[in-house]
């Protein structure tokens, strides 16, 4: 009798069944998924640390003022401008004369603060290093609340 061809010849594994992972036991899959939701909660912290290092705070705004005339004011002097931000009150809308502006590099930041003093659109403004969120996060989504 003769042998059919199909037992004669190996089996072939396809690239799908080499690429599946070993089943993980739970415990461990949790304590995975853990780990990179610190890893994760980190890389936004130091991110966030480097924003404020580039970012000044611009009080005594004119209330005319808007996010185009603070960009061309310290684009010329100061260097590339990120982002601004105007504060404006929630329920008419008009600026507050406060405002954030995130440099592309730290010494922007560094050379916006020597513009203090100057007028834009007939107001003195006063630039200083931007503030954090004034202590409003909780304690626990700081990260270094650690569940017992």
């Known amino acids: 009798m003769a042998q059919s061809r199909s037992r004669s010849r190996p089996r072939r594994r396809r690239a799908a069944d080499e690429a599946q992972p070993a089943a ?3 415990a461990e899959a949790e304590k995975q ?3 990179a939701e610190e890893e994760e909660e980190r890389r936004k912290l130091a991110q966030d640390a480097a924003r404020m290092d580039r970012t000044v705070m611009v009080v005594g705004l004119s209330v005319k003022a808007d996010e185009r005339d603070i960009f061309e004011f310290f684009v010329g002097a100061a260097g590339k401008v990120r982002d601004v931000q105007i504060i404006r009150d929630a329920r008419t809308g008009r600026s507050k004369g406060v405002a954030y502006v995130e440099f592309q590099s730290h010494e922007g930041t560094v050379r916006a603060m020597g513009m203090s003093g100057q007028s834009m ?3 003195a403004i006063r630039v200083q290093p ?3 969120d004034g202590g409003r996060t909780t ?3 700081q990260s270094t609340f650690r569940a017992l």
């Open 139 to 141: 304690y626990a989504s």
């Open 121 to 123: 659109k007939g107001a």
């Open 130 to 132: 931007a503030q954090s």
């Open 33 to 35: 998924r853990q780990d």
């Open 24 to 26: 993980l036991d739970p």
